[in-house]
């Protein structure tokens, strides 16, 4: 059928789904809003990078002339130099071998949950939409599983190694898991707490 003379004319679908988008827009967050989540993303992003260096250097405990890490069981002397064996066994602590395999999956699984629950922050903020909450709330919960894991690790290293373990023996390798860790619990929290600040839980069913 053609159009009446004198109807208006009808607006296209998109005009009606780019009203409703640009309706249900959130509104703008402040400077110290924003300020904190790229502080938090920043600090997370380093903790990152700190993590993965620790795992791939893997050499966490040095106890008198033995080189103890993840990877790599090193020894040392004055004649001979520095010796490594990829044969853990050979360090003659009991369930070293096997231990350490749990110990550097759980600090691998680490990173990458880092990784994604990083990507997920930052996706969050550069396409902001009515799921950017969800998404920076999932973000954040993976760096928890991720300072789960990694503490996890760092645990099992300590205890498989219990009977050589002295606090000035950790190496800097070590040091910066244990930093990783830490930023990884502060981050994930704080990013749960500005959340909840922000778009309070009992807001949320109206959307």
Same mark, same amino acid.
């Given at each position: 059928?053609?159009r009446r003379p004198g109807q208006p004319d009808m607006?296209?679908?998109?005009?009606?789904?780019?009203?409703?988008?640009?309706?249900?827009?959130?509104? $703008?967050?402040?400077?110290?809003?924003?300020? =904190? $989540?790229?502080? #938090?993303?920043?600090?997370?992003?380093?903790?990152?990078?700190?993590?993965?260096?620790? #795992?791939?250097?893997?050499?966490?405990?040095l106890a008198g002339d033995r080189l103890f890490g993840?990877?790599?069981?090193?020894?040392?002397? !004055?004649?001979? &130099?520095?010796?490594?064996?990829?044969?853990?066994s050979r360090a003659r602590v009991p369930g070293l071998?096997?231990?350490?395999?749990?110990?550097?999956?759980?600090?691998?699984?680490?990173?990458?949950?880092? #990784?994604? &629950?990083?990507?997920?922050?930052?996706?969050?903020? +550069?396409?902001?939409?009515?799921?950017?909450?969800?998404?920076?709330?999932?973000?954040?919960?993976?760096?928890?599983? %991720?300072?789960?894991? %990694? %503490?996890?690790?760092?645990?099992?290293?300590? =205890?498989?190694?219990? !009977?050589? +373990?002295?606090?000035?023996?950790?190496?800097?390798?070590?040091?910066?898991?244990?930093?990783?860790?830490?930023?990884?619990?502060? !981050?994930?929290? %704080? &990013?749960?707490?500005? !959340?909840?600040?922000?778009?309070?839980?009992?807001?949320? $069913?109206?959307?």
């Amino acid at each position: 059928m053609g159009r009446r003379p004198g109807q208006p004319d009808m607006p296209p679908l998109c005009i009606f789904q780019a009203q409703r988008l640009l309706g249900q827009r959130r509104p $703008r967050r402040s400077f110290f809003e924003s300020f =904190i $989540r790229t502080l #938090i993303i920043v600090c997370a992003a380093l903790a990152v990078v700190l993590s993965s260096v620790s #795992i791939c250097d893997g050499h966490w405990l040095l106890a008198g002339d033995r080189l103890f890490g993840l990877w790599h069981f090193c020894t040392s002397s !004055n004649q001979t &130099g520095p010796h490594c064996l990829r044969d853990l066994s050979r360090a003659r602590v009991p369930g070293l071998a096997e231990g350490m395999v749990l110990a550097r999956s759980m600090g691998a699984l680490a990173v990458v949950a880092a #990784i994604f &629950g990083l990507e997920l922050l930052m996706v969050s903020q +550069v396409c902001e939409d009515l799921h950017s909450r969800r998404k920076w709330a999932l973000g954040c919960v993976l760096l928890l599983v %991720s300072f789960a894991l %990694s %503490s996890a690790g760092l645990l099992s290293f300590v =205890i498989l190694l219990r !009977n050589q +373990v002295m606090l000035t023996g950790f190496t800097l390798m070590f040091w910066c898991q244990f930093t990783a860790s830490f930023l990884l619990f502060l !981050n994930a929290i %704080s &990013g749960l707490h500005v !959340n909840s600040i922000s778009h309070p839980w009992g807001q949320l $069913r109206e959307f």
